[in-house]
């Protein structure tokens, strides 16, 4: 008796040739870009280091594109971008020591916002490792030691025969729900030494899938056929699995208002007579929810932004769909199902009961209303306006990248995306400079369209050695720099919390005289002429700056 795990493929005789007979001259490295080659990788980030340089000649006779940034952090964050709009695990090779380490914040950010990265960094030589002190450089007595608490997973390698195996499980981990990123580390000297390997001619590249238990979704389906009052939350996990649709579908079903998370932006369309849109940070939508008498939550763990800051106490059933599993029931008891939402919502919309409710798009504009007459009473038009040029300039297809400055944090809530998977911010680790190299990263990932960076002054220069890639390459990215001359959002709170702000301000550089000198075109706009400026910037090929001198102000909390 055969069985299907039984059968093996039989190699041609011209497969048995070439294994046969590999060609000369490579090394460790080749097996790392053959392996991505096999497993359908096109496009490489990262920065060439002493230890690396295996990887990076073997480049040289591969047909894979590199894209080289200036600071691996940028590297990283080019990769995370490129992750999230491809759906593609973005390879990003780094040196041993100072040039891994320096990756950890935008593999953070990447694991917060479950981006796929596939990062892949040199090691000492094998025969300084196990944590003695032998003085290599880079030396660190346990380099994957810093990268375990911060990745999905940590793959080592020790001999040339383990990198095609190591690298192909790395991959799968990555786009394995929920993705995120990986590591794997491999010696300098496996990296450099001749090989006899056979050239890596494929992979198995299909991550495993995550579907719900069955027993589970009835039951949810059961509880949102029968509810009064639906309600449904949409966090990243619905843009990650592209279950927009389905969740829209789902909605009307069961007529049920939906509000989108700042991960989640673009899942359900802004204008749908169901829509609360993003403003989960208000207390009107906080207290609609908990008002629910059953809530779905979709691709949300209900963290710090989605919560409101912790203040959300929901009083009816929750039903978390969520496939990170140490996210189910984190801040709320729920009915708990470990899954992908598109496999999810799915498996609901094949159980749910249709329900009426003529009332629930009236409950919506009632409250959509009150949150306007508060934001109105705030007097806060300029930064209204703001929002409302850069929409009117963006092409709706174009995607944004948003770093952490008060224009973001207005975005999160009173943006409209247009889209799922347009949208993106740091909001998953909420660190400094992502804005520009993250859209670097897309502009790579799909050159037909415009991109949108959006930075403050302050993580502007966090970013701005990218300027440099953005016209190597010539990218299509166009970045707005909001120019208040600090960390605009700390000298607020901090004078919020204790009178005045201390270590704010900043003494910045003439940012359109800087870009010019990188041969990238700036303007300097004002709120007046920004819509039009934008329009220009974005419809000209290759990188342009906007900068916007202007100081801005948040809205007020509701959570305090």
């Avoid at 990198?163 to 929920?178: D, F, G, M, Q, V």
Wanted: avoid cysteine; aromatic fraction near 6%.
């Amino acid at each position: 008796m055969t069985h299907d795990h039984d059968l093996v493929l039989r190699p041609t005789e011209a497969q048995i040739s070439a294994a046969l007979n590999p060609p000369p001259g490579r090394n460790g490295g080749d097996l790392v870009v053959e392996t991505l080659a096999g497993l359908g990788a096109t496009t490489v980030f990262g920065l060439p280091g002493q230890h690396a340089l295996g990887m990076f000649d073997a480049l040289r006779r591969s047909d894979l594109r590199y894209i080289g940034l200036r600071v691996e952090n940028n590297a990283g964050f080019a990769a995370d971008a490129y992750g999230r709009i491809t759906g593609e695990a973005a390879p990003l090779l780094l040196s041993t020591g100072p040039g891994a380490l320096t990756s950890l914040a935008a593999l953070q950010e990447a694991a917060a916002a479950s981006a796929p990265v596939l990062a892949i960094s040199s090691q000492i030589p094998s025969a300084g490792l196990g944590g003695g002190r032998h003085g290599y450089l880079h030396e660190l007595p346990d380099q994957s030691a810093s990268f375990r608490g911060v990745v999905k997973s940590v793959h080592t390698v020790r001999t040339q025969s383990q990198i095609p195996s190591a690298i192909e499980a790395a991959w799968k981990s990555a786009l394995t729900a929920p993705h995120g990123p990986v590591w794997a580390e491999i010696p300098q000297d496996v990296l450099l030494s001749p090989t006899l390997i056979p050239v890596v001619t494929g992979g198995d590249a299909f991550p495993e899938e995550l579907p719900p238990r069955p027993e589970l979704t009835a039951v949810a389906a059961d509880l949102l056929s029968r509810a009064a009052r639906p309600a449904i939350i949409a966090g990243g996990g619905v843009v990650r699995a592209d279950a927009s649709r389905k969740l829209r579908q789902l909605a009307e079903l069961l007529q049920a208002p939906v509000v989108t998370t700042p991960g989640g932006k673009g899942a359900f369309p802004w204008t749908h007579p169901l829509s609360l849109q993003s403003w989960i940070e208000d207390r009107f939508v906080t207290d609609f929810l908990e008002d629910a008498d059953v809530l779905l939550v979709v691709g949300s763990g209900l963290g710090e932004l989605s919560s409101n800051y912790h203040t959300f106490r929901p009083r009816g059933r929750v039903v978390q769909i969520e496939a990170d599993l140490g996210k189910l029931e984190s801040n709320h008891p729920a009915l708990g199902i470990h899954a992908d939402a598109r496999l999810a919502l799915q498996a609901l919309l094949e159980t749910v009961s249709p329900r009426e409710d003529t009332e629930a798009p009236e409950r919506v504009r009632t409250v959509l209303a009150k949150v306007s007459d508060r934001i109105a009473a705030q007097e806060l038009t300029l930064e209204q306006d703001l929002l409302a040029a850069i929409r009117r300039a963006l092409p709706a297809s174009a995607p944004s990248f948003w770093d952490m400055t008060i224009l973001t944090y207005w975005a999160w809530s009173a943006f409209d995306a247009k889209g799922s998977n347009h949208m993106h911010s740091a909001q998953g680790a909420g660190g400094l400079g992502y804005g520009f190299p993250a859209a670097l990263g897309a502009a790579v990932a799909d050159p037909t369209r415009p991109v949108l960076a959006v930075s403050g002054d302050g993580g502007a220069l966090y970013s701005i050695a990218e300027l440099a890639t953005a016209r190597q390459y010539d990218l299509n990215v166009t970045w707005l720099i909001v120019d208040d001359g600090g960390y605009g959002i700390l000298r607020e709170y901090m004078t919020d919390a204790f009178g005045e702000a201390t270590a704010t301000e900043l003494t910045r550089p003439d940012f359109v005289a800087l870009a010019e000198s990188f041969g990238v075109p700036g303007v300097r706009t004002t709120p007046e002429t920004l819509s039009d400026d934008l329009s220009k910037a974005l419809g000209s090929p290759g990188p342009s700056v906007v900068v916007l001198p202007v100081v801005l102000r948040m809205f007020a909390p509701t959570h305090l």
